[in-house]
């Protein structure tokens, strides 16, 4: 009788790639999606939140365990320090980054969500981020996983532009960035004074009586609705050259521009 090879960890024994990635997820001690697997509801919660699809992929890649951190760099053979380049203490892990170190702490206690640090949560970045999904609201769902992607985005900064963090502003901005995705949101005066709400909410919460509210209007054409301006002003940065009528490098962003306004 010939041999027959067989691959004994599929049922028919046939090789496939998809059973040797959980052979090898198992391996790793990663938690592999079973064959049978149906999306959860935190699964669902975030792809199908109205988020930029940057967030979305970063909190995928940390429930992977897949995030460039430091300690995992460094199991894949890379020759870095692992002591976190914010608190200068610890090991930069996933859950060190985004629960434990001092600037995170920092920025989930200047948000509505404080108590996401005040359990002993001693789980994997994974479970911590399915065990706060599971509590939140809609709205603080959406605002935790911007924190936490503005807690990595931070830290890199920190390490490789040497920019110092300031927790309130990073708080602050979040709040005002996200202000773009609420709906029926239509005038500036409504979303302004959302935002300032948002503030002083802030400022309560903390116990500080005396604070000034400032107000900044800021007219702003976007570059993708006023490209020709753009076009010429980049120009004129390496070109001291005038002329009466328009460049010859300029006839597409016209044309382009006339074509997309009578659309």
């Given at each position: 009788?010939?041999?027959?090879?067989?691959?004994?960890?599929?049922?028919?024994?046939?090789?496939?790639?998809?059973?040797?990635?959980?052979?090898?997820?198992?391996?790793?001690?990663?938690?592999?999606?079973?064959?049978?697997?149906?999306?959860?509801?935190?699964?669902?919660?975030?792809?199908?939140?109205?988020?930029?699809?940057?967030?979305?992929?970063?909190?995928?890649?940390?429930?992977?365990?897949?995030?460039?951190?430091?300690?995992?760099?460094?199991?894949?053979?890379?020759?870095?320090?692992?002591?976190?380049?914010?608190?200068?203490?610890?090991?930069?892990?996933?859950?060190?980054?985004?629960?434990?170190?001092?600037?995170?702490?920092?920025?989930?206690?200047?948000?509505?969500?404080?108590?996401?640090?005040?359990?002993?949560?001693?789980?994997?970045?994974?479970?911590?981020?399915?065990?706060?999904?599971?509590?939140?609201?809609?709205?603080?769902?959406?605002?935790?996983?911007?924190?936490?992607?503005?807690?990595?985005?931070?830290?890199?900064?920190?390490?490789?532009?040497t920019n110092q963090p300031n927790p309130?502003?990073?708080?602050?901005?979040?709040?005002?960035?996200?202000?773009?995705?609420?709906?029926?949101?239509?005038?500036?005066?409504?979303?302004?004074?959302?935002a300032t709400q948002e503030a002083i909410?802030?400022?309560?919460?903390?116990?500080?009586?005396?604070?000034?509210?400032?107000?900044?209007?800021?007219?702003?054409?976007?570059?993708?609705?006023?490209?020709?301006?753009?076009?010429?002003?980049?120009?004129?940065?390496?070109?001291?050259?005038?002329?009466?009528?328009?460049?010859?490098?300029?006839?597409?962003?016209?044309?382009?521009?006339?074509?997309?306004?009578?659309?």
């Amino acid at each position: 009788m010939q041999d027959t090879l067989i691959w004994h960890y599929s049922p028919k024994g046939v090789f496939s790639v998809k059973s040797a990635y959980h052979v090898a997820c198992t391996l790793r001690n990663v938690d592999a999606p079973s064959r049978s697997h149906n999306p959860s509801d935190n699964w669902n919660f975030i792809w199908r939140a109205n988020l930029p699809h940057k967030i979305r992929v970063f909190i995928w890649r940390v429930c992977r365990g897949i995030l460039p951190t430091l300690s995992n760099l460094i199991r894949r053979r890379c020759n870095v320090e692992t002591i976190c380049p914010c608190c200068s203490m610890h090991e930069e892990s996933d859950s060190h980054i985004l629960l434990h170190c001092d600037l995170a702490r920092q920025i989930w206690s200047l948000s509505n969500i404080l108590w996401v640090i005040i359990a002993d949560w001693s789980d994997s970045a994974h479970e911590w981020i399915r065990k706060v999904l599971a509590k939140v609201t809609e709205e603080e769902g959406k605002l935790f996983l911007t924190l936490c992607w503005a807690i990595w985005s931070a830290c890199n900064k920190m390490l490789w532009e040497t920019n110092q963090p300031n927790p309130l502003s990073i708080v602050l901005g979040c709040l005002a960035w996200l202000m773009r995705f609420v709906p029926h949101i239509y005038d500036p005066e409504t979303a302004e004074a959302m935002a300032t709400q948002e503030a002083i909410d802030l400022a309560r919460r903390h116990g500080w009586d005396h604070i000034v509210v400032e107000v900044f209007y800021v007219s702003e054409v976007r570059r993708t609705d006023n490209y020709v301006a753009h076009s010429l002003a980049r120009s004129a940065t390496v070109s001291q050259e005038g002329s009466v009528d328009p460049p010859m490098f300029l006839f597409p962003v016209l044309l382009s521009n006339i074509t997309s306004d009578d659309c």
